[in-house]
């Protein structure tokens, strides 16, 4: 089991920055691979990145490439999803997840296990 808890969301003005942190709980948090999905109102959730426990490599879509980064920290348990230039269409709830194996599907939310609560990001024209 993974227990997932999320911060560090807030409102900002289009152009600013947040960084989103999700602390884990669980004895096998460094293999799991790590996530970050979004969901607004009316519409379905979508990927926004992920990251491999086992190669460190990250997965961003096109609109948060260059934008977004996300890393993990795994003595810490943490994965931070770092935001930059947000717009006003990144205004979402965003929610950590994990996931117990790849299987190359990462855009699928039913890829992932565990979910967080989600946090709040809300940006200002």
């Known amino acids: 089991q993974v227990q997932l808890v999320e911060s560090g969301g807030g409102v900002v003005q289009a152009g600013g920055s947040l960084r989103l942190s999700c602390v884990a709980s669980?004895?096998?948090?460094?293999?799991?691979?790590m996530g970050w999905f979004r969901q607004a109102p009316g519409k379905e959730r979508e990927f926004v990145a992920a990251?491999?426990?086992?190669?460190?490599?990250?997965y961003y879509i096109a609109p948060m490439k260059g934008r977004f980064t996300i890393s993990r920290d795994s003595p810490e348990n943490t994965v931070a999803l770092q935001m930059n230039s947000l717009k006003p269409e990144d205004t979402a709830v965003y929610y950590c997840?994990?996931?117990?194996?790849?299987?190359?599907?990462?855009?699928?939310?039913?890829?992932?296990?565990?979910w967080g609560q989600g946090t709040q990001v809300t940006v200002s024209s």
């Open positions: 997840t994990a996931a117990q194996y790849w299987g190359g599907d990462y855009l699928n939310a039913r890829s992932f296990d565990y």
């Open positions: 990251i491999r426990w086992d190669t460190g490599v990250p």
């Open positions: 669980g004895r096998t948090f460094t293999r799991y691979h």
